[in-house]
């Protein structure tokens, strides 16, 4: 079964800065999606951004951008010019091309901003 | 505005007693999930379900039960059979191979 690891409970970033949050993943397939969602404390979960797993090149959303490295099996989050805002739980998550239903989600990474 | 509504957003339930989360949603979305929340974890997967009276079992579908009579309604049943129901459940909706869309939340309690 697929796995996904974010090996960082918590993270901490300077307002107007740089944040990068950490995710590696388990599968055999070779064909998937793979999500950051955040959760604000309101509890709500929004998607941030998305990846193809065929597609290179790394998708960007305004200041959220990833490091998707296939063969690594890695899917990294770089938040720029961080808001306060941004102060929230982030998932990632996999899912499967094979299985709409089969989504694997992480332990989270709870990032606090600094003013 | 489309989107997913959960209700009630607290519920307490008493020993012995079953609970029912409702989730509507009015997106048009085909499939419908229940995810339970626990503090340090990840979302784990309760039901699915991909039609209209047809459901599957997740990872963790003991002691709760589902239905799925209308296209825009999915509710979650946590029995008296769930020993440990405290948690935060999520309930989410998707079409095709598009992201999943979430609901608020319910946060479920033992009296």
């Known amino acids: 079964a697929q796995t996904v690891t974010q090996s960082q409970p918590e993270m901490s970033v300077q307002e107007a800065e740089t944040v990068t949050l950490s995710c590696t993943y388990d599968t055999s397939e070779s064909d998937y999606y793979l999500f950051w969602y955040k959760q604000p404390p309101s509890r709500q979960m929004i998607l941030v951004i998305r990846?193809?797993?065929?597609?290179?090149q790394n998708a960007t959303e305004n200041r959220f951008s990833v490091n998707f490295q296939k063969a690594a099996k890695s899917f990294s989050l770089k938040i720029s010019d961080s808001q306060l805002g941004d102060a929230a739980m982030y998932f990632c998550a996999y899912r499967s091309s094979y299985n709409n239903n089969d989504m694997r989600f992480g332990a989270g990474t709870r990032l606090t901003v600094k003013p | 505005d489309g989107g997913i509504t959960q209700s009630p957003k607290y519920l307490f339930r008493k020993e012995g007693q079953n609970v029912t989360l409702s989730c509507e949603q009015n997106l048009n979305h085909d499939a419908m999930y229940w995810y339970r929340q626990d503090p340090g974890q990840g979302l784990r997967l309760i039901y699915y379900s991909q039609i209209v009276n047809d459901f599957q079992k997740g990872d963790i579908a003991e002691g709760y039960s589902v239905s799925r009579e209308k296209k825009e309604s999915f509710p979650l049943t946590v029995t008296s059979a769930q020993k440990n129901p405290t948690a935060f459940y999520l309930c989410a909706s998707s079409i095709m191979m598009e992201p999943q869309h979430f609901g608020d939340g319910t946060r479920l309690s033992i009296l």
């Open positions: 990846q193809e797993a065929y597609k290179q």
